[in-house]
């Protein structure tokens, strides 16, 4: 009986918790065979399902409480734009758990669906089509926009210069690199030419396998420099200018395409806090950026009338990584779904 229970719970707990990661689970079966080792990786291991069982009792409690507000049942849907070198799957969501967390407290929500990696230019042309897309088969009249990383970059340009400003409500950007990366200019810099074409074809022949017909990885990096950046807010500046306004001076008057932005972005105070390969870039960002999230500097991230900086009490920070619910782990101090239900819920109540 003691063996059944236990073997029933432990491969219970390896294939269905989010919270133990790789780490603990490696831990556990190496020190299975070995006395009192096992006892001391277990416990390690109980403790961080009890935090995570404890954590989604309490999140479901609170749902259950404001069920009835439906606080995210914005206005207008939800449209969630991935970053570079990612896609929108159903077997792997890029946003982890906070779709979910969201749709329980009314949301609506559709994905980009864009390519991984491509050039701003290109990847604003697919969003921009997208948004219309949605539109037209919905009804739903316009989207609030809600972009991660070059997302944000993808879908400025979608609005300023493919003509998806008059289908867009908001844009919310999360941690984008609005002035780019210096140590992306570097690495272009020093890196020899043989290495990248070589990391540009395994990449482009790989996301073609996989369905993509015009994976652009090179472009994708580029438009991701602190040069790039500076010339696309060049080019973008005299357009954006007439398309947003600030939610605190609205006018109902206003025209129906001028667009409600905002900002967020957060910090990674350690190497050690951040997931591979974000404890690696970490440095590197350091080093040619200033404090970061482990992949672009906090002096790039605010843009629009509102901005919102995270720095929970953790002793870690919050990755750039962590603001999308990449590895399904709450850090220190910051629960990652209860913030975006409260930032679709403050879209809600400004009428979007």
């Not at 229970?5 to 190496?30: A, C, D, E, K, P």
């Not at 790039?228 to 005299?238: D, R, V, Y």
């Not at 672009?296 to 870690?316: H, I, R």
């Amino acid at each position: 009986v003691e063996a059944i229970l236990f073997w029933n719970g432990i491969i219970s707990v390896y294939l269905t918790s989010r919270r133990l990661g790789l780490r603990l689970r490696v831990i556990g079966i190496l020190c299975g065979p070995i006395p009192i080792a096992h006892l001391f990786a277990l416990g390690a291991i109980l403790r961080e399902v009890n935090r995570e069982i404890r954590a989604e009792i309490e999140r479901q409690s609170l749902d259950k409480e404001r069920a009835a507000e439906k606080c995210c049942a914005c206005r207008y849907p939800l449209l969630m734009v991935h970053g570079v070198f990612f896609r929108d799957t159903n077997f792997f969501n890029y946003w982890g758990r906070i779709p979910e967390a969201l749709e329980i407290n009314g949301a609506r929500i559709y994905y980009g669906n864009h390519h991984s990696a491509t050039s701003v230019e290109d990847s604003g042309r697919e969003l921009a089509e997208r948004i219309r897309q949605i539109v037209l088969e919905t009804g739903c009249e316009k989207v609030n926009l809600i972009a991660h990383s070059k997302g944000g970059l993808d879908c400025r340009y979608a609005i300023a210069m493919e003509g998806a400003a008059p289908y867009v409500a908001s844009l919310t950007t999360i941690n984008t690199p609005h002035r780019g990366c210096e140590f992306a200019d570097y690495l272009l810099h020093v890196l020899p030419d043989s290495l990248k074409e070589q990391a540009e074809k395994a990449y482009n022949g790989a996301m073609r396998a996989f369905g993509e017909e015009s994976p652009d990885f090179l472009a994708a990096v580029e438009d991701l420099t602190a040069q790039a950046c500076g010339k696309l807010n060049e080019q973008l500046a005299p357009l954006e200018a007439n398309l947003y306004r600030d939610i605190a001076s609205s006018d109902e008057n206003l025209p129906a395409a001028q667009i409600y932005r905002q900002s967020v972005g957060s910090r990674l105070d350690h190497a050690s806090g951040g997931t591979f390969p974000l404890n690696f870039s970490y440095h590197l960002a350091a080093r040619f950026d200033g404090p970061n999230d482990g992949l672009v500097s906090e002096k790039s991230f605010q843009w629009g009338e509102d901005y919102t900086f995270l720095t929970p009490a953790g002793k870690n920070g919050i990755s750039h990584g962590d603001m999308i619910d990449l590895n399904r782990i709450d850090p220190d101090g910051f629960d990652v779904r209860e913030f975006y239900v409260k930032l679709v819920s403050d879209l809600k109540n400004k009428g979007f």
